[in-house]
């Protein structure tokens, strides 16, 4: 009779649950679909996008332009110093934008106002955009520039998580590289077409290196630059879901 009890006791007691599995992951939204959601997110909201986007864009021409004659004259030191610094307050500048990313890509109506109701993100988008930044700078020095890919896919999000947060630029930073999660080669491929589509935009440069070539680029970029900052914000939210899930 002992013996019964111990043997229905053991094959009642469930087996251990499975551990789930390390290796890739579904993306969870195809490249078509992002591509759609930014051109659906720029149309129906083009104005404030394209305004936000030419702030940010201005701003950052305004200190490239230096920036090149420096690198034309050997003063190599003196050229990325006035890149970043051109680098660091366009992305402070560009928290607007990446909050009215975050709203066309939900389908909701651009509220202009709305950014300034928060104004220290404007701090936090400084803090992530500095750290942001200096790695990609310094990143592209050594090994053929493959830090400064590996940092833009690991922080690729800080902006789209400042803009609607209130946990601090670091943080933003850190939740990026969760968001992205192996997910890596993914965020990669897709990257590299929203890469390949902003060419189109800076195509202005082949004017030359001069006030009129990047006025043309600043112009186009703000259109695809935009897109590509809604089709961001798309991947953003489904990242999302993937995390909490």
């Keep these: 009779m ?4 111990k043997r229905s006791k053991k094959a009642a007691t469930p087996p251990p649950p499975k551990k789930k599995a390390k290796g890739p992951v579904e993306f969870g939204i195809r490249p078509g679909a992002v591509f759609a959601a930014g051109f659906r997110g720029y149309a129906a909201n083009l104005v404030p996008l394209t305004l936000a986007g030419l702030i940010v864009l201005a701003t950052y021409a305004a200190f490239r332009y230096p920036s090149q004659q420096f690198l034309d004259d050997d003063r190599v030191w003196a050229a990325r110093f006035t890149d970043l610094a051109g680098l660091f307050i366009a992305g402070t500048l560009a928290y607007p934008w990446y909050r009215y990313a975050l ?9 202009i106002a709305a950014p300034f109701a928060t104004p220290r993100r404007f701090g936090y988008q400084a803090a992530a955009s500095f750290w942001f930044f200096a790695a990609v700078v310094l990143g592209q020095q050594y090994l ?21 947060n209130d946990n601090g630029g670091l943080k933003a930073l850190g939740t990026s590289v969760r968001l992205g999660e192996r997910r890596r080669i993914g965020l990669f491929a897709i990257g590299g077409m929203l890469f390949v589509f902003n060419i189109l935009g800076a195509s202005g440069l082949a004017a030359g290196l001069n006030p009129l070539g990047y006025s043309l680029a600043v112009v186009g970029l703000s259109v695809t630059t935009s897109i590509t900052l809604v089709s961001g914000a798309a991947i953003y939210r489904v990242l999302q879901e993937k995390l909490n899930e």
């Design 2 to 5: 002992t013996k019964n009890k």
């Design 103 to 111: 709203a066309a890509a939900d389908g909701d109506k651009v509220d």
């Design 144 to 164: 053929g520039g493959l830090p400064a890919i590996l940092a833009a896919l690991l922080y690729a999000f800080y902006g789209y998580v400042v803009a609607e």
